[in-house]
């Protein structure tokens, strides 16, 4: 199994916080640097445990804020490891993320039946991981989440309600601001129009599909200003997607 790196940009006048401590239980070696590697380049603490028994002593003695956990590890297996940490009441709420090459619809839903938050199938870009990290770290624990967000050349910021390209600013309407911020947690990620809709304009409003086209349209005149490459992929009968450079 490969993986390729990604070079994470940081923000010089990013703010001063207690970096959020991730557990990343793993067994193949490759992959344990690579996301030590990613996740320590986007500020956060990393420890590793090689098996299941490892992980839960070493939450034990110091309770992380997240946990990326293998399902298929020596010893006690990923699965297990994440019934024993739900039954527990002092580790019931602490985010996990299931890490599995096991990519049956059957893994999954046993997977988050077990009480994983989300369930990332291998082989996965490292982009599209740091994403569902913020992602379940903003829904559960929202004190740890960076209010920034970058993607290759893009740099999205919640706080300021800014938008970076390459430095640059990119001066957009709230819609495309919205639009922009739900495909840059999710890259790569195919969405409909009926899916955008819901997420950035709500299931509760009546908009037509042909909406998301237009404001897509927008968003993609602002970002390829100068002429750069555009990051935002058409899929023919399916609909959009982020990909960044």
Known sequence: MTYQAEATRTSSTKKVAAKPYALVVEDEAA???LLR???????????????????????????????LL??????????????????????RNLPIIMLTA??????????????????????????ELKA?????????????????????????DRTSHRVLRNGAEVHLGPTEFRLLDYLIQHPGRVFSREQLLDAVWGSDVYVEARTVDVH????????????????????????????PE
């Open 31 to 33: 992959l344990v640097e």
């Open 37 to 67: 590697y990613n996740l320590q380049a986007d500020g956060y603490e990393v420890e590793i445990a090689n098996d299941g028994e490892e992980a839960l002593l070493m939450v034990d003695e110091r309770q992380p804020d997240i946990v």
């Open 70 to 91: 293998d399902w298929m590890l020596p010893k006690l297996a990923g699965i297990e490891v994440c019934r024993r940490l739900r039954a527990r009441s002092s580790t």
């Open 132 to 156: 569902r990290v913020r992602a379940v770290l903003r829904r559960i624990r929202p004190g740890l989440a960076d209010d920034k967000v970058i993607a290759g050349d893009i740099e999205v």
């Open 102 to 127: 096991k990519s049956e619809e059957v893994d999954r839903i046993r997977g988050l039946d077990t009480g994983a938050d989300d369930y990332v199938v291998k082989p996965f870009s490292m982009t």
């Open 216 to 243: 897509v349209g927008r968003l993609r005149k602002a970002l390829n200003k100068h002429g750069e490459h555009d990051p935002i992929r058409t899929v023919r009968s399916a609909g959009y997607s982020l990909k």
